[in-house]
């Protein structure tokens, strides 16, 4: 089906190296969240977007992750400089509109880990 | 202190029992509240709304205190597909748009 699409499913990779994680929303999906998923807690909000504007980032934890949707439909979230506590799962979610709630949908994360 | 607390368990309980999870959110602005499901590497999935009057759902039930900002979920006749991890999550208006909180999730693991 036409879900939220995440890619890749894993990465691994060494501290100090940068990372791209890429989220496929729902076609027509305005809204887009990101958010971090540590080892036995529940996601927490990264960041959100509203077709291409990034309106919300209060909660990526350092100047290192960088999110951006430039036309409003695929988005990445990059990490510069990795650091073994950027260890998560990372999921992305995509929602139809903003005026009034609407359920998001949830991908199925990238796990990240960082040695 | 976290916005959204919850028991984090495990819960083990046997096939049939009944199990109650209980929540506390502390942003009185808070507007709706949800309970998620997560199964193992596996992205969250929402289980159900809960509303002031209380809401039911096959085997499910869900309740709030807006008074107390309480929210539990109750499971009837468990059943060993229901073993995964529960969320409590509640929404809140946050700059025009909705922001969802999580806690940090029940685990419950049912057993023959």
């Known amino acids: 089906g036409a879900g939220v699409s995440q890619s890749p499913r894993y990465k691994v990779a060494k501290r100090g190296q940068d990372v791209a994680l890429r989220c496929d929303p729902i076609?027509?999906?305005?809204?887009l969240f990101w958010y971090q998923q540590a080892l036995g807690q529940g996601p927490e909000f990264l960041t959100y977007f509203q077709n291409e504007a990034q309106l919300d980032k209060s909660g990526l934890p350092s100047d290192r992750f960088f999110a951006e949707r430039p036309e409003g439909s695929v988005s990445t979230l990059k990490i510069q400089r990795t650091q073994q506590e950027d260890s998560a799962v990372y999921l992305c979610?995509?929602?139809?509109?903003?005026?009034?709630?609407?359920?998001?949908?949830f991908g199925d994360g990238t796990r990240l880990s960082i040695l | 202190r976290k916005e959204v607390e919850q028991d984090p368990g495990p819960f083990n309980v046997p096939e049939g029992a009944t199990v109650a999870f209980n929540c506390t959110y502390s942003n009185s602005a808070s507007q709706s509240f949800f309970w998620y499901r997560q199964d193992c590497r596996k992205e969250p999935k929402l289980l159900m709304s809960?509303?002031?009057s209380g809401n039911e759902d096959g085997r499910f039930t869900a309740q709030l205190n807006r008074a107390s900002q309480y929210i539990s979920l109750l499971i009837r006749d468990s059943k060993l597909s229901d073993s995964a991890t529960y969320l409590c999550v509640v929404r809140k208006p946050s700059g025009g748009y909705n922001k969802l909180i999580f806690g940090a999730g029940t685990r419950l693991a049912v057993h023959p």
């Open positions: 809960v509303y002031s």
């Open positions: 979610a995509s929602s139809l509109a903003w005026t009034q709630p609407q359920p998001q949908h």
């Open positions: 076609s027509g999906h305005v809204s």
